[in-house]
């Protein structure tokens, strides 16, 4: 039976007391049925997790008694890959996000790009950046990972454009924005250097421009197909991640 899993960022100790918050403690009490004593593991975020019980404490609060064992599961992939997903509606960019982190993404930059049909304002852009966050915790959870990527402020295309985390792109690629009409497959590029982020750039439902492509490629780039179908851009990071995964990352740990 698989062991309960909570995201609590604190400075682990053993015989550490720490309160669940609000929708952690529901979640334990009224969904999983959890009882007091219960096992259940806790991470912190950065790498480290630890064995702990529930302390139900009443009804609606519960706090988790850390263990001795404090770890740093290897659960992350030497393969440091950044999501630069064009925004799409609802449940579309829920997916997209939780199936990367599920197969180790790094980083996930949210971008407007010049199809996309979510319109926000800072206010709502930074409320849906929080949701995304949340989102990516839970998967974590699940997942079994101790490392949460970040969702980064949601900006334009153009904006990263000119701002593409100032990467040496001379060597080597450094990124792929993936691209229908390319004639190269992703298994022919060079294989990315370890912890060096690797950069994918994938277009919301409508996909990207012929000049959003063409400034990917200025930045450095490299356009690839994935086959001879074209994907729904929610189906489309996790192909990838999983391709590069199986070739370079998770598989050759």
């Given amino acids: 039976m698989r062991i309960p899993r909570f995201y609590l960022p604190a400075n682990y100790q053993p015989g550490l007391l720490v309160a669940l918050n609000k929708e952690q403690s529901h979640y334990a009490l009224t969904v999983l049925r959890l009882k007091n004593g219960h096992k259940i593991q806790v991470f912190d975020g950065q790498?480290?997790?630890?064995?702990?019980?529930?302390?139900?404490?009443?009804?609606?609060?519960?706090?988790?008694?850390?263990?001795?064992?404090i770890n740093h599961p290897a659960t992350e992939s030497t393969l440091n890959s950044l999501l630069v997903q064009g925004i799409s509606r609802g449940e579309r960019m829920d997916y997209s996000l939780q199936k990367a982190v599920e197969l180790g993404v790094s980083t996930i930059q949210p971008v407007f790009t010049e199809r996309c049909e979510v319109r926000l304002d800072h206010e709502?852009?930074?409320k849906r950046r929080q949701q995304w966050q949340a989102l990516v915790?839970?998967?974590?959870?699940?997942?079994?990972?101790?490392?949460?990527?970040?969702?980064?402020?949601?900006?334009?295309?153009?904006?990263w454009f000119a701002h593409p985390l100032q990467?040496?792109?001379?060597?080597?690629?450094?990124?792929?924005?993936?691209?229908?009409?390319?004639?190269?497959?992703?298994?022919?590029?060079?294989?990315?250097?370890?912890?060096?982020?690797?950069?994918?750039?994938?277009?919301?439902?409508?996909?990207?421009?012929?000049?959003?492509?063409?400034?990917?490629?200025l930045v450095g780039l490299q356009p690839v197909r994935l086959g001879p179908r074209i994907l729904r851009t929610e189906t489309t990071a996790p192909v990838v991640l999983s391709l590069l995964q199986a070739a370079w990352g998770d598989l050759n740990q």
């Avoid at 998967?139 to 970040?150: D, F, K, M, N």
């Avoid at 497959?185 to 421009?209: D, H, K, R, S």
């Fill in 47 to 69: 790498g480290h997790q630890a064995d702990a019980q529930l302390q139900i404490i009443n009804r609606r609060e519960v706090q988790v008694l850390l263990g001795d064992a």
């Fill in 124 to 126: 709502k852009a930074d």
């Fill in 137 to 159: 915790i839970s998967a974590c959870e699940q997942s079994g990972r101790c490392v949460v990527p970040e969702v980064l402020p949601l900006i334009s295309l153009a904006d």
């Fill in 167 to 217: 990467l040496d792109y001379a060597k080597r690629t450094r990124g792929l924005v993936l691209d229908p009409l390319s004639q190269k497959t992703i298994m022919q590029i060079n294989e990315p250097e370890p912890l060096v982020p690797f950069a994918l750039l994938i277009g919301p439902e409508g996909g990207l421009t012929v000049r959003e492509v063409e400034q990917a490629q």
